[in-house]
Every structure is written in structure tokens, then in C-alpha cells.
């Protein structure tokens, strides 16, 4: 095998395991969520219990991104994602042992910092595997295991009675725990991160992340980035927590409901994979105008159209695709917005912006229902909200440079 093989086939090594740990990721994350109603009769928590439970991993993990993209820029990517990914697993598998809704809370904020120290490393450790060609596509494929680990998530709890809720969670907690010790021994550390370590060493330190983030030339575009993320999660986290809620608010059944969640995920998927690989082509910002006016279509179709099933699944195909395919631009976008020495901060500091847009926009939906809008008018609401964040994911695609013929 010769050298550029080698490194080829680490390459390769590496984004499969990113894309494994964001597969464990967005199973925990979708986690609480799904086994809710089987918590919700054992301990019977009041509405306040549980919505500190439901914000508690939210609240580690922004906590959590911010820490661990900083110590990973100072001590190694590696040893960081690898410190979180166990983190996380062994509080997830702890969540079983709980015997009130107090003790759950405090497992998941833990849990959540485990997270939170793990994605902004996710999305740098693709960055810097793949430079060249396939960049994009390689934070695309590591993205989307985060909508598949959903999926894995409701599967687990369908197919096991409420009683059994913790099963998600031992699931949750055994999977990363797993995957560690293969990572420690066959995921090299990523080649950006090692010449950052060099530069360390000669006593030519880089930009300080300080000066990274809101130095004079830079600080536009990190609140631009910052803004971008916190609107992208608000719109994501409303769908994911309502669309089944304003669906069947329509006159579908429950089942209809939940058959367009899948497919809602499954677009996301799919879409997400697609336009991270467009990113890497000429039509860079095709792709990025295309997944802003798919989105604005599908929300007005879907909030003004009929609730016919087979239209409205095919709805939230789009749908799903174009809000997760807008995360993939994201991220893309915040990986080229930051130097290699500095990239887990920027990066942990735009998701830890994130994940306040991701408390809010539950919080909306149930304010706009609050005040008597009905499911449709909830549905068309937030497009101010996805015309906004177009303009700012717009602007920061539009910097970066466009692939060469």
C-alpha cells in the first residue's frame, strides 16, 4: 500500500468513526424525548419536573461544546472526543439507576456535557480528515448519523413496552462505551490538529481564540455564524418536538403522524448527505438557495395544503431534508469559518449558540399555540424565522470559495 492509500484508508477510518459516535449522539439526544411516556407513569413528574429534565442534557451540552472545543485545540482533538464520547456513554447507562425525577435530571446535564465535548469535535475532526475535494461530503456523512440515531431511538421504544424506558438508555450508554477502545487504537489524530501542536511547540503560537472570535475582521462574521446556528436549531428542535402534535392538529392519525416523522428524519437524512456533497462542486450555492426555498415551500404547503397522507409524508420528506440538509451547510460553513488551531472553540461556541435556539423553539410553538393559532398558522409562522436564517447562511456560503472546475 502505498503512502497516499494508507492515508486514504485513515481517512476513511476516521469518518466512519465519527459517523458512528454521531449515530450514538443523536440517539441520546432523541432519547429523553421517546421515552417520556414510560418516565412520565413511573414517576409521575409534575409539568415543571419535566421540563427541566427535557432542557437538562440541552443545557450540559452547550456548557459542554464550549469546554471541550477549547481543551481540544490545546491538548488534541483525539484525547478530547475520545474523554467525551466515555463520558457520555457511562452517564447514559447511569440514567438506569435513577429513583426520582432529581436523580434522572442531574444524569442527563452530565450526560449532556459528555455531548457537548464531543460535537464541535466531530465536525473538525471531519474538517481536518478530509481536506480537499470530499471536505463537505465527509461532514455530511458524519452529520447524518445524527438523524439515523433518532430513528434507531423511536424504533427501540416502539418495539418495547412503556414499562421498559430505560432501555433507550442502556442502548444509549453501551453503544459510545463500546466504540472507544476501537477508537483509541485504530483513529489516528487528525492531521490539522498535529501541525497545530507543532506550532505550539516552536513557541509560534496562533491567533488567540479571543481574538479568533471577535477580533476586528472576524467578529461579524461570528455573530453572523452565531445568529445562523441559533435560528437553524430553533426551526429544527420546533419541527422535531411539534410536527406530530400541529400534524394530527390537521385530522391525521396518530400513526399517520408518526409515519411522517420517520419520513421526516429519513429526508433529512438523505438531503443532508446530498448537498454536503454539492458543497464540494460548482453548485455550491445552488445548493444553498435551493435548500432555503425548499424549506419556505414546504412549510407553506404543508401548513395550506391538504392533510392527505401520502401528500403530507411527501411534504416532510422535504421538509426534513431541507432543515437538516441546512444544518450540513452549517456546520460546513463554521468548519472553514475558523483556523485549525482555533477550530473546536469556534465551532463549540457556534453549537453551544445553537442549542439556546434549540430551547426556544419548542417555546414558540407553544406560545403561538398558546395565543389560539391554529397547526397551520404555526406551520406558516416561522417563515420569517427561515427567511432570516436564509439570508445569514446565504451570506456566510457566499464567502467561502467556490470549487474549481
Known amino acids: 500500500m502505498t503512502s497516499e492509500e494508507a492515508k486514504a484508508a485513515a481517512a476513511r477510518r476516521t469518518i466512519l ?7 450514538c449522539e443523536g440517539l441520546d439526544l432523541q432519547a429523553a424525548g421517546v421515552a417520556a411516556g414510560g418516565l412520565s407513569r413511573e414517576f409521575l413528574p409534575t409539568a415543571g419536573q419535566k421540563g427541566l429534565f427535557f432542557s437538562a442534557s440541552t443545557f450540559g451540552l452547550s456548557i459542554g461544546a464550549v469546554i471541550g472545543g477549547w481543551l481540544a485545540d490545546r491538548i488534541g482533538r483525539k484525547k478530547v472526543l475520545i474523554a467525551a464520547i466515555g463520558a457520555f456513554g457511562l452517564f447514559s447507562l447511569l440514567t438506569i439507576f435513577a429513583w426520582d425525577m432529581q436523580s434522572l435530571t442531574i444524569a442527563r446535564l452530565l450526560t449532556g456535557l459528555g455531548l457537548g465535548g464531543a460535537l464541535p469535535n466531530l465536525v473538525a475532526v471531519a474538517a481536518e480528515t478530509s481536506v480537499g475535494a470530499n471536505r463537505n461530503a465527509s461532514i455530511a456523512t458524519m452529520y447524518i448519523g445524527m438523524p439515523l440515531g433518532g430513528a434507531v431511538a423511536s424504533l427501540i421504544i416502539l418495539v418495547t413496552a412503556a414499562a421498559n424506558w430505560r432501555s433507550v438508555f442502556v442502548s444509549g450508554g453501551i453503544a459510545p462505551l463500546v466504540i472507544v477502545p476501537f477508537m483509541a487504537a485504530f483513529m489516528p489524530e487528525p492531521p490539522g490538529a498535529l501541525t497545530v501542536r507543532r506550532s505550539r511547540r516552536v513557541n509560534t503560537p496562533p491567533a488567540s481564540a479571543l481574538r479568533e472570535l471577535f477580533g476586528r475582521e472576524r467578529i461579524a462574521g461570528t455573530l453572523l455564524l452565531w445568529m445562523s446556528f441559533f435560528l437553524a436549531l430553533l426551526i429544527l428542535y420546533l419541527l422535531l418536538n411539534w410536527l406530530p402534535t400541529l400534524l394530527e ?106 442549542r439556546v435556539g434549540s430551547i426556544a423553539g419548542p417555546l414558540v410553538a407553544a406560545l403561538l399555540i398558546g395565543t389560539g393559532r391554529t397547526p397551520s398558522q404555526v406551520l406558516t409562522g416561522i417563515l420569517p424565522v427561515v427567511i432570516a436564517c436564509a439570508i445569514g447562511v446565504a451570506i456566510l456560503g457566499w464567502r467561502a470559495k467556490q470549487p474549481d472546475a
Open 249 to 354: 392538529g390537521r385530522g391525521m392519525s396518530r400513526g399517520q403522524a408518526a409515519g411522517a416523522q420517520i419520513g421526516f428524519n429519513l429526508g433529512g437524512a438523505a438531503c443532508a448527505l446530498l448537498v454536503g456533497t454539492l458543497l464540494d462542486t460548482q453548485l455550491r450555492r445552488v445548493s444553498i438557495v435551493a435548500t432555503f426555498v425548499t424549506l419556505t415551500l414546504a412549510l407553506l404547503a404543508l401548513g395550506k395544503g391538504p392533510a392527505q397522507s401520502g401528500f403530507v409524508i411527501s411534504l416532510t420528506l422535504l421538509l426534513g431534508g431541507s432543515v437538516l440538509a441546512a444544518q450540513t451547510i452549517l456546520y460546513a460553513v463554521a468548519a472553514d469559518s475558523h483556523s485549525a488551531a482555533n477550530r473546536g472553540t469556534g465551532v463549540g461556541a457556534a453549537v453551544a449558540v445553537g
Open 17 to 23: 468513526f465519527c459517523f458512528l459516535v454521531a449515530l
